[in-house]
């Protein structure tokens, strides 16, 4: 016995739409960062604030200086690479599901996250954290969704090498990111002065609730085949 890795790299590559809007939100932000070093007043106009209510949407591409760019983007690539390899065995029509809802839901949360920010504090607001944390809750949710179907265990064992593996590493990241969360929230919601902390918490709390629920009752899926 042993894990097709091939499959499990077969199975990542084909979360092709993922990387896709991947690639945009990356091409998008640097080309946004680009002009603003040429027209700096460009991060206010894209800002979310009460003056600039399309903010909700255009702060997600503006960052205020390179690190801020690269961490964002560095942690959207992360951890929506750990998304497709943790669903990486799921059917290819449960795949494509899989794959619309993260999509279209990551989006709207972070921009839910957007608007309490601005209903709830006067100061302007951009950058793709809300955006990443949207992503990482996913992860969260689908990790914990897809480590419980080690308990249907006689279908569990029934399963691929492959699929086993992945479902216990689906239980590695969600336990991995539960013990970060519980030992070190500050430093899990990047605390700080400055920091949207309601883009975060928001985000991150829709995801991880709204993912199992999409998974179990509205989906209908399981990474078991």
């Not at 932000?29 to 007043?41: A, D, E, H, K, R």
């Not at 949407?57 to 960052?63: D, E, L, P, Y």
Request: aromatic share 16%; with cysteine.
């Amino acid at each position: 016995m042993k894990i097709e890795l091939s499959k499990i790299v077969k199975g990542i590559l084909e979360f092709k739409r993922v990387f896709f809007v991947y690639s945009l939100v990356l091409l998008t932000s640097v080309i946004i960062f680009g002009v603003s070093q040429v027209y700096p007043n460009i991060e206010n106009t894209l800002s979310a604030s009460r003056s600039t209510p399309w903010g909700i949407i255009t702060s997600i591409f503006a960052h205020i200086n390179i690190s801020h760019l690269a961490l964002n983007m560095g942690g959207l690539f992360l951890f929506m690479f750990l998304f497709a390899f943790c669903n990486s065995t799921f059917i290819l029509k449960s795949k494509r599901r899989v794959e619309i809802f993260f999509l279209v839901s990551v989006f709207v949360f972070a921009v839910i996250s957007n608007v309490l920010w601005i209903a709830l504090t006067p100061n302007p607001s951009i950058g793709a954290s809300g955006l990443v944390y949207a992503v990482e809750s996913s992860l969260a949710g689908f990790s914990f969704a897809n480590g419980l179907q080690l308990l249907y265990f006689s279908k569990f064992k029934a399963q691929s090498v492959s699929t086993m593996y992945i479902v216990f590493m689906n239980i590695v990241v969600f336990s991995v990111m539960l013990i970060q969360i519980v030992q070190s929230p500050d430093i899990f919601l990047n605390v700080g002065q400055g920091v949207n902390i309601i883009a975060h918490g928001i985000s991150f709390l829709l995801g991880f609730l709204i993912s199992p629920l999409w998974y179990y009752v509205i989906g209908k899926i399981s990474i078991l085949n």
